[in-house]
RNA sequence: CGAGGCGUGGCGCAGUCCGGUAGCGCAUCUGCUUUGGGAGCAGAGGGUCGUCGGUUCAAAUCCGGCCGCCUCGACCA
């Protein structure tokens, strides 16, 4: 037994950055904070990739590509934007490096000091809003709906393998519209795909809802997430949408000629998700063997494992196993055999449990006298001699199963964790004593939010859309209350 | 930024209290035997102990400065 991960109960946090380094997913860099996504995170991410957008393209964006530097002065523009940003920006502010001269290394030239500072992206609204004064000019020029690929940069004080690091790629979607309900509907839908996302293809669960004031995005008017939860209980934002209004409109004097031949500023939206979802991911299905991967997103959905020790044995599985490979391609899953010598069967056996591979075949010489495989999935203990008969078929549904079964285990482990509770001494009990998510009824108020924060750590995670009405009086005030709204310790 | 911890072959660690010139496991390399759950045996290579300075005949070990990283917290996706 060589590397021995974490288990959830002794040190979940631990847990979770074993699996990331045991699955070779990431590694830590030669820069504080900054992560090497090693090529088993890189393949989820690409396939996590491929989903989106192809679901952005079929909701009718393009995708496009803005500058990784923004003119200081652009963030200044947007007064809540600054506030919210600019404490975390990496500031470019000299174009060339010379030698030291009292001796060792390298310093910024003094004489090739920028005329104005850039700061590196932690967001792209500003730098494209810019853009797009130059697009729109009528009604006719909207919608725009574009989306970017790109790699954004936040100077935060603690980060964490995938969760929160320095630098981190992700996609933003930023639309302009001719009217508020349009745009509003934009954000909504995209607050759609990405819960379908999160659900048929993550098999993770979320809830639906939208931001209180003080967790809103910087600039929003209003701000859409999908929030999903932990196996230790914790809430996760992991993706929002945000109707704009006209915010960055005013901020970039963006106007447009209406219908009715009048200038007004145009209708924002923004969305995002980022690879944070694969931090999301691990901490939803994953358990102390190792990661689980849904087979909709697991770069290798099957691998083949050949068992054999003398020549002859060999020659003979590997056919069997190419064979087999080739049927199984030939049905479109994404497949592997393992034929290297250099490890053994029972090693390779761990490795792809580590890493999450939803099927593992086994063959060997037993198997094709019989016509049989051995099957293993990483969702349940044990394995099964199946035919090669009809296998394609077999592992097809076998496949769905895993996604299906991950994502009932998932509802079920959140629903099994969420509460309600109308009495505040009984909410910090639950949180204390169970994590999890909890619905109360809460006043509205910013500072009542604040307070139940600073006492109980807990958030207002949002306000759920699914939720029904239900008036109610708030746990902590007394005061009236509409709904109730999702609380929880978060990520 | 606050608290805690750590820096010793590629990785994980012991050695530090009681200074005497570096050791263990995994990994690597070679050979033989093995191969249906992380192989066994035999042999081999690889580090001057984060860094700078001090004390000493002698420093991984004692003293001081600096740097870096990790975890937890405040801030955030």
């Not at 980060?159 to 349009?182: C, D, I, P, S």
């Not at 198997?367 to 199946?386: F, H, L, S, T, Y």
């Amino acid at each position: 037994m060589a590397d021995v991960i974490t288990s959830r109960e002794k040190d979940y946090a631990q847990w979770y950055l074993d699996i990331v380094q045991h699955a070779k997913l990431a590694d830590y860099s030669a820069v504080r904070g900054c992560m090497v996504i090693r090529p088993n995170g890189c393949a989820l991410w690409e396939n996590m990739q491929r989903a989106l957008d192809d679901m952005f393209r079929e909701t009718g964006h393009e995708n496009a590509y803005f500058p990784l530097f923004i003119p200081q002065s652009f963030l200044a523009r947007e007064a809540e934007h600054v506030e919210g940003f600019a404490k975390e920006c990496a500031v470019v502010t000299h174009s060339r490096l010379m030698e030291n001269p009292s001796g060792d290394g390298l310093l910024p030239d003094p004489d090739s000091k920028l005329e104005e500072n850039l700061i590196v992206r932690p967001t792209s609204e500003t730098i494209i809003w810019d853009a797009y004064r130059n697009w729109i000019q009528s009604w006719r020029d909207l919608p725009i709906l574009v989306n970017q690929w790109a790699n954004v940069v936040r100077w935060e004080m603690r980060t964490r393998l995938f969760l929160r690091t320095m630098e981190f790629l992700w996609q933003e979607g930023h639309t302009a519209h001719e009217t508020k309900e349009e745009a509003i509907e934009e954000t909504r839908r995209m607050l759609e795909v990405y819960a379908t996302f999160a659900e048929e293809w993550m098999a993770m669960p979320v809830i639906r809802g939208v931001k209180t004031a003080s967790e809103r995005f910087a600039g929003a008017v209003d701000t859409y997430c999908i929030e999903a939860m932990m196996q230790d209980g914790k809430a996760l934002q992991a993706g929002t949408s945000h109707f704009l209004g006209q915010n960055f409109a005013k901020a970039f004097d963006c106007q447009f000629q209406n219908r009715e031949n009048r200038l007004e500023y145009v209708w924002a939206t923004s969305w995002g998700v980022s690879t944070r979802l694969i931090g999301a991911l691990i901490m939803t299905h994953s358990d102390d063997r190792g990661l689980i991967l849904p087979p909709r997103l697991a770069p290798t959905q099957v691998v083949i494992v050949p068992i054999f020790r003398k020549d002859e044995e060999r020659t003979v599985v590997l056919e069997a196993a190419d064979r087999v490979e080739e049927a199984l391609r030939a049905a479109g899953v994404r497949v592997k055999v393992d034929a290297r010598e250099t490890h053994r069967p029972g090693w390779k056996f761990n490795e792809y449990e580590v890493q999450g591979v939803p099927v593992r075949l086994a063959i060997g010489p037993r198997d094709v006298k019989k016509g049989n495989v051995e099957m293993a999935r990483r969702d349940q203990p044990g394995k099964e001699i199946v035919s090669q008969e009809g296998l394609p078929d077999r592992i097809g549904a076998v496949l769905e199963d895993i996604q299906q079964g991950l994502f009932d285990r998932a509802l079920a482990m959140r629903e099994a964790s969420t509460r309600r509770v109308d009495d505040y001494e009984a909410f910090k009990d639950t949180l204390d004593r169970h994590g999890g998510f909890v619905l109360a009824h809460w006043d509205g108020t910013p500072e009542t939010e604040a307070r139940i924060k600073q006492e109980t750590k807990a958030t207002i995670r949002c306000i759920p859309m699914d939720e029904d009405k239900e008036t109610g009086k708030d746990m902590l005030t007394g005061n009236p209350s509409e709904r109730r709204v999702l609380f929880a310790r978060a990520y």
